[in-house]
């Protein structure tokens, strides 16, 4: 009964409850879809809230922002370099595998994929130059951020108002104060929020294998285990490399998030899993302001998943559709994902709009093939979306502990303690010695 308790278990029974009813009735698991988007979209409301809370929080107690500065650096390095594998990895599977070969796209019936590419297409039709991406970074109005939907308005917005609390706050000041307390409420309504994970979790996998389940996932089964292979070789690959340079195990990582992994597996929008690793990261050893300024970045530049995502689905379609596609294109549309990659991949169907924009602007590829991967992108997002979770999770532990922000001995005991109810997240507090390096005394901050 005390693992039935836990958060994880309990939404592992209503993945699987969830796949059985949608296997035996198809047309009432297709009318739990609302479950899922309600759960996402209650998710996708303390976004704002918890990034700026977490960033202001962390960034208005940093007082060397050389260091800061640093980090950013580091980061950014750092999440180019692992999208970049990313890439590779995705491209060196799928042409290892080649699970496209013999399909002959033209000779299937895409009559009933036509009407979904054209909405997609109406979706990435926007311009994703790097001009218009960095432009849209800055919002209409300081509020307006919030009320957007994106996640990179809220940070810019965040790290400002960090940064003025920093160099004019007095230390005597009640902002502090009020900062923390509203940190304390919104983690309490996200405590609310989550025990409705189980719910969600089922209504978004009934509705997917209620509607995209049978003929579709036979079809295509090949490519659907060449992408998850692809996922598995880059989680204990590449991360799991990187992580050991950092001398940590992925294992033990992906122990400590493991209900967070869960949870993107379940609703298949990473976007899922951001408040609560806001929490967790922080109580296992990594300090507040490495989490409050990684993690949310990582959700627009270090998205693993969708570079996986892209990278695979470039190759699949190249074969299925028999289109010449040599190594030297593939690089060159490498180069051209690396931009259309970043931001708004973090929830369902993303990764699909951005693989759209790039066989658009590219032309390098039939746009039609696109409808191929339309009928499973809802199979597929849950490799990505896990997949996004656990890299921006190494991330925020590998750059803790580069800049010496990270305690081990938390890090080691976590989850090996009796901790806080995983439905009830609080938040983190950064440990005494690294709040140190970075932060005034804890008596010089509040009143």
Same mark, same amino acid.
């Given at each position: 009964?005390?693992?039935?308790?836990?958060?994880?278990?309990?939404?592992?029974?209503?993945?699987?409850?969830?796949?059985?009813?949608?296997?035996?009735?198809?047309?009432?698991?297709?009318?739990?879809?609302?479950?899922?988007?309600?759960?996402?979209?209650?998710?996708?409301?303390?976004?704002?809230?918890?990034?700026?809370?977490?960033?202001?929080?962390?960034?208005?107690?940093?007082?060397?922002?050389?260091?800061?500065?640093?980090?950013?650096?580091?980061?950014?390095?750092?999440?180019?370099?692992?999208?970049?594998?990313?890439?590779?990895?995705?491209?060196?599977?799928?042409?290892?595998?080649?699970?496209?070969?013999?399909?002959?796209?033209?000779?299937?019936?895409?009559?009933?994929?036509?009407?979904?590419?054209?909405?997609?297409?109406?979706?990435?039709?926007?311009?994703?130059?790097?001009?218009?991406?960095?432009?849209?970074?800055?919002?209409?109005?300081?509020?307006?951020?919030?009320?957007?939907?994106?996640?990179?308005?809220?940070?810019?917005?965040? =790290?400002?108002?960090?940064?003025?609390?920093?160099?004019?706050?007095?230390?005597?000041?009640?902002?502090?104060?009020?900062?923390?307390?509203?940190?304390?409420?919104?983690?309490?309504? =996200?405590?609310?929020?989550?025990?409705?994970?189980?719910?969600?979790?089922?209504?978004?996998?009934?509705?997917?294998?209620?509607?995209?389940?049978?003929?579709?996932?036979?079809?295509?089964?090949?490519?659907?285990?060449?992408?998850?292979?692809?996922?598995?070789?880059?989680?204990?690959?590449?991360?799991?490399?990187?992580?050991?340079?950092?001398?940590?195990?992925?294992?033990?990582?992906?122990?400590?998030?493991?209900?967070?992994?869960?949870?993107?597996?379940?609703?298949?929008?990473?976007?899922?899993?951001?408040?609560?690793?806001?929490?967790?990261?922080?109580?296992?050893?990594?300090?507040?302001?490495?989490?409050?300024?990684?993690?949310?970045?990582?959700?627009?530049?270090?998205?693993?998943?969708?570079?996986?995502?892209?990278?695979?689905?470039?190759?699949?379609?190249?074969?299925?559709?028999?289109?010449?596609?040599? =190594?030297?294109?593939?690089?060159?549309?490498?180069?051209?994902?690396?931009?259309?990659?970043?931001?708004?991949?973090?929830?369902?169907?993303?990764?699909?709009?951005?693989?759209?924009?790039?066989?658009?602007?590219?032309?390098?590829?039939?746009?039609?093939?696109?409808?191929?991967?339309?009928?499973?992108?809802?199979?597929?997002?849950?490799?990505?979306?896990?997949?996004?979770?656990?890299?921006?999770?190494?991330?925020?532990?590998?750059?803790?502990?580069?800049?010496?922000?990270?305690?081990?001995?938390?890090?080691?005991?976590?989850?090996?303690?009796?901790?806080?109810?995983?439905?009830?997240?609080?938040?983190?507090?950064?440990?005494?010695?690294?709040?140190?390096?970075?932060?005034?005394?804890?008596?010089?901050?509040?009143?």
């Amino acid at each position: 009964m005390k693992t039935l308790g836990k958060l994880y278990v309990q939404v592992l029974i209503a993945i699987a409850l969830a796949i059985v009813f949608g296997l035996l009735s198809p047309r009432h698991a297709v009318q739990m879809k609302p479950l899922g988007e309600g759960f996402i979209a209650l998710l996708k409301m303390m976004l704002g809230p918890i990034i700026f809370c977490t960033v202001v929080h962390g960034v208005g107690h940093v007082k060397d922002f050389r260091r800061l500065g640093r980090l950013g650096v580091k980061t950014l390095l750092y999440f180019e370099v692992v999208s970049t594998l990313a890439m590779l990895v995705g491209f060196i599977v799928v042409n290892v595998l080649r699970p496209g070969d013999g399909l002959h796209a033209s000779a299937l019936d895409a009559a009933g994929a036509g009407h979904a590419t054209d909405s997609i297409l109406k979706a990435s039709s926007a311009d994703f130059s790097l001009t218009h991406f960095l432009l849209s970074i800055i919002p209409r109005t300081l509020f307006s951020a919030f009320t957007s939907g994106d996640i990179l308005p809220v940070l810019f917005v965040s =790290l400002l108002v960090g940064a003025a609390l920093s160099l004019a706050g007095k230390p005597d000041w009640i902002a502090y104060k009020l900062l923390d307390e509203a940190q304390a409420i919104v983690f309490r309504i =996200l405590g609310f929020i989550m025990r409705l994970s189980p719910l969600g979790a089922f209504g978004a996998m009934a509705a997917a294998v209620g509607s995209y389940g049978g003929a579709t996932l036979l079809y295509l089964l090949r490519y659907i285990l060449t992408y998850y292979a692809s996922a598995v070789i880059f989680i204990l690959l590449v991360l799991g490399s990187v992580a050991a340079l950092a001398g940590l195990s992925i294992f033990r990582i992906l122990s400590v998030i493991k209900d967070e992994a869960v949870i993107a597996m379940g609703t298949a929008a990473s976007e899922a899993a951001f408040p609560r690793l806001v929490a967790k990261l922080g109580q296992a050893g990594c300090d507040e302001a490495v989490v409050g300024f990684v993690l949310p970045a990582g959700y627009s530049f270090n998205i693993d998943g969708a570079c996986l995502y892209m990278a695979c689905g470039v190759g699949f379609i190249a074969q299925a559709t028999d289109t010449p596609l040599p =190594l030297s294109q593939q690089l060159a549309l490498l180069a051209v994902m690396l931009v259309t990659s970043k931001g708004g991949a973090g929830a369902a169907g993303g990764a699909l709009v951005k693989l759209t924009a790039t066989l658009q602007s590219t032309r390098a590829l039939p746009l039609s093939g696109v409808g191929l991967l339309f009928g499973i992108d809802r199979i597929l997002a849950i490799a990505t979306s896990t997949t996004n979770v656990i890299g921006n999770s190494v991330a925020v532990f590998v750059l803790s502990r580069w800049e010496g922000m990270f305690d081990r001995r938390r890090f080691d005991a976590y989850g090996r303690e009796e901790g806080p109810s995983p439905a009830s997240p609080t938040p983190p507090e950064p440990a005494p010695a690294q709040a140190r390096a970075i932060e005034a005394p804890a008596g010089d901050r509040l009143t």
